[in-house]
């Protein structure tokens, strides 16, 4: 026997006596066509008056119409234990604050670890059965707002406002240097880079992406901004963002070189055995300051090895030469007593040598994690994108609903840092 979810209700009104079943189930249930053709080979699929009908009859004031869509599983997506921040849920409809670093859906060599995969075991335990269907999506690096639909019909109905711009969908970015005006707007169109196909582009023919921003806070490296979108292009905050010369901060892939020189130039600096600038502000951020520093007492440390390493050659040249001439003249006895004493010298000095080295090398590996730290803009592991808001009419409530997802810790502590430089 088919399992099906919770039907859909609709009562034919005064006005709508007379109207073909079809029309209602279009143009007031808001049916596609895609799914009202799956409904018609359902065996429940639709019904008037708790009977099978034909969408070709017409219908009259009072007749209670339910639209049924069989249960389905995500038979391709292997249920996985992971940790869901769950905004708000019911039977139809999943909002949840995905974590910056996840993957929305498996994807080719990404098939555990995803959002996916956390969210089927979670119906799983629940004893319930749905397909995962996001509505949107985010970028792995991207944290925030993310609705999922439980059934075609909310799946179809959201997409629809979102295609309708009926959706809110706010973000909140951290983007490098310091942007003039208060608010804007950025009208470009988008595509794929032609060279780089993963990478998209400000282009004349591009498809049309309308991005809308609003200064939150200016620090003296970087920028807050809110942003809202028209449209959802791939990428799209990241590329307009970088169009207008302010990139978000931590993106690898849309970035500026001239927000990465200040690092450049310190690793660049350590590799060459050079100096960098003495200003506090050529650095960028107090992580390259404390990377140059760290340097210059490296390198002091290796000069000092050196001439130590020099002196303990030129002194046990000098001893060997002794060493020599006592056991030529000195009697078996004295020579052997001498050899002694030199064997304990020479371990004493390799001891020495292997302390030495050890420091050395504990001082290098900590000069290379400090560089570590100097490349990621701010303690950033990820480019400074939160979806911080989604808002759309709930197609099964016809409530209007504001989600909201706190900003996450990295993003709070990188605003403690900034604020601290101000």
């Known amino acids: 026997m088919s399992t099906y979810y919770e039907p859909l209700v609709y009562i034919v009104s005064q006005e709508e006596e007379g109207f073909y079943l079809k029309t209602i189930l279009q143009n007031r249930m808001m049916l596609s066509r895609k799914l009202l053709s799956r409904l018609k080979l359902t065996e429940r699929g639709i019904t008037v008056n708790g009977d099978r009908q034909y969408i070709s009859i017409r219908v009259h004031a009072g007749d209670v119409i339910e639209v049924r869509m069989l249960q389905e599983e995500s038979d391709d997506i292997l249920p996985q234990e992971l940790p869901l921040d769950i905004l708000y849920e019911d039977e139809q409809l999943m909002m949840l604050n995905k974590a910056a670093g996840m993957i929305v859906h498996p994807t080719h060599g990404h098939y555990v670890n995803t959002l996916a995969n956390g ?10 059965s749905y397909r995962f269907r996001p509505i949107h999506r985010l970028d792995q690096e991207t944290s925030g707002a993310l609705a999922v639909a439980k059934n075609p019909f909310i799946h179809q109905q959201v997409s629809e406002q979102m295609q309708a711009h009926q959706v809110k969908k706010e973000y909140i970015a951290l983007v490098h240097g310091v942007m003039e005006a208060d608010e804007g707007t950025v009208n470009e169109p988008i595509d794929r880079d032609p060279e780089e196909p993963h990478i998209r582009i400000v282009t004349e023919n591009g498809y049309s992406a309308v991005t809308h921003y609003k200064v939150e806070r200016r620090f003296r490296e970087a920028t807050m901004v809110r942003l809202w979108l028209e449209t959802g292009r791939t990428h799209q905050i990241r590329v307009h963002m970088k ?11 849309y970035k500026l070189d001239k927000y990465e020189q200040s690092i450049a130039g310190v690793q660049g600096g350590l590799e060459a055995g050079g100096t960098a600038p003495d200003a506090a502000g050529d650095y ?21 090895e050196a001439h130590e390493a020099h002196e303990a050659h030129e002194a046990h040249e000098a001893h060997e030469a002794h060493e020599a001439h006592e056991a030529h003249e000195a009697h078996e006895a004295h020579e052997a007593h001498e050899a002694h004493e030199a064997c304990e010298a020479c371990e004493a000095h390799e001891a020495h ?4 080295a050890h420091e050395a090398q504990e001082t290098h590996e900590a000069c290379k994690a ?8 701010f303690g950033l592991k ?14 099964g409530t016809k409530q209007w609903m504001q989600f909201e997802a706190p900003l996450p810790d990295d993003l709070a502590q990188c605003l403690v840092h900034l604020e601290k430089h101000e």
Do not use: M, N
């Open 243 to 253: 169009h207008l010369g302010h990139p978000l901060l931590g993106d690898k892939l």
């Open 370 to 377: 400090i560089l570590a730290a100097a490349s990621a803009p």
């Open 284 to 304: 960028g951020t107090s992580a390259a300051r404390e990377a140059h520093e760290a340097c210059e007492a490296h390198e002091a440390h290796e000069a000092h």
């Open 353 to 356: 040598e292997a302390h030495e």
């Open 382 to 395: 990820r480019h400074a994108l939160h979806a911080c808001l989604l808002a759309f009419t709930h197609p």
């Open 119 to 128: 969210v089927v075991h979670y119906w799983q335990q629940q004893g319930k």
